[in-house]
C-alpha cells in the first residue's frame, strides 16, 4: 500500500507509551497526530503556526480517529497527510498513521481545523498561497478512513456541565496540561 499525501511525522513507540496490555494508548495516537498537524501546517506554508507569537494558527474543531491496527512498542510508524477539503476558513485534512514495516495502516484520522488569529482565535480566510498549497495536497478519503458506525455530522453544542450533571455523571479525572499536552 502507498502512502497517502506527504509524510508530516515519522518516528516509533515506546513502551511507556502503551497501555497494560502492550498497545498504544489513545493519547498518543492524538499526540502523534498534532505533531503531524505541525507538519502539514509547515507543508501548506504555515510554518511558524503553532510558535507562541504566531500572527495565525491552526484551530482543531472536530477528530474522528478510526483504529485500525493495533501499535505495539518498538514499532516504527510513519504519517501522512492530505487536504480533504477547503472552505474559506476551515479545512478537512486527512493523517494516516502507518506500520512503517509493512507500510499497512494503523489509524485513519478525519480532522477539521480552523485558520484564526494567534490571539484571538478569531477565524479569518486563508492566504492564496496557503489555497494554492492546499490544492496541491489534496487527497481522496479512502474507504478504511471513513466513518464506521457514526455519522459524521458536526459535534453537538450542548455539551455544558450542568447537562453533565444532570445526566449524572462523574469527574474520572483531574489534573493540568502541561507544556506536552
Known amino acids: 500500500m502507498s502512502d497517502i499525501g506527504v509524510e508530516v511525522w515519522r518516528g516509533g513507540v515506546n513502551p511507556w507509551d502503551c497501555d497494560g496490555m502492550g498497545h498504544l494508548n489513545v493519547r498518543f495516537y492524538v499526540s502523534i497526530a498534532m505533531e503531524g498537524l505541525v507538519g502539514l501546517a509547515a507543508e501548506l506554508g504555515l510554518q511558524d503556526a503553532f510558535h507562541a507569537a504566531a500572527p495565525s494558527t491552526l ?4 477528530h474522528h480517529i478510526r483504529y485500525l491496527r493495533e501499535i505495539h512498542p518498538h514499532a516504527p510508524v510513519h504519517m501522512s497527510a492530505g487536504v480533504i477539503e477547503i472552505g474559506e476558513t476551515e479545512a478537512t485534512i486527512l493523517q494516516v498513521l502507518y506500520h512503517s514495516r509493512t507500510g499497512q ?32 495536497l489534496k487527497v481522496e478519503l479512502p474507504d478504511f478512513a471513513m466513518a464506521r458506525s457514526i455519522a459524521q455530522t458536526p459535534a453537538g453544542v450542548d455539551v455544558t456541565l450542568a447537562r453533565a450533571e444532570a445526566m449524572g455523571l462523574i469527574p474520572i479525572a483531574r489534573g493540568a496540561f502541561g507544556p506536552q499536552d
Open 59 to 62: 484551530q482543531i474543531r472536530e
Open 105 to 136: 495502516p494503523a489509524a485513519a484520522l478525519q480532522t477539521r481545523v480552523a485558520h484564526v488569529t494567534g490571539r484571538e482565535a478569531r477565524p479569518f480566510a486563508w492566504s492564496a498561497a496557503t489555497r494554492e498549497r492546499a490544492e496541491a
